[in-house]
């Protein structure tokens, strides 16, 4: 597997699909995660480390909820683009939705 060059990824796209899924899982803390997602999508550039930090804490935290393993297909292609605009600081994302470069 290869990750996309950060500049073909449209970021604002991906967070708001990562925004969904996460929000779907009806939990208060994926809530505040898609929350965070939101915001960070809003921006015209978004932080890549409150977008790195937020990913991990929420995919983390996630993986222990009922209807993570349903989501995960839905979430693999948007952290996997998301991991490639974050660059280096993408990689850890991926074993979180059982990816691997």
């Not at 991906?14 to 899982?25: H, P, R």
């Not at 995960?72 to 994302?93: D, F, M, S, T, Y």
């Amino acid at each position: 597997m290869t990750l996309p060059p950060p500049e073909q990824v449209n970021i604002q796209a991906e967070l708001a699909a990562l925004q969904a899924i996460l929000a779907g899982l009806n939990d208060p803390v994926t809530t505040g995660i898609a929350a965070k997602l939101e915001a960070e999508a809003a921006k015209p550039v978004p932080d890549k480390s409150v977008v790195a930090t937020t990913l991990e804490t929420g995919l983390t935290y996630a993986q222990n909820l009922q209807g993570f393993a349903e989501a995960i297909e839905k979430l693999r292609p948007p952290v996997q683009n998301a991991a490639g605009w974050l660059g280096e600081h993408g990689a850890k994302l991926l074993p979180l939705v059982g990816l691997m470069l």
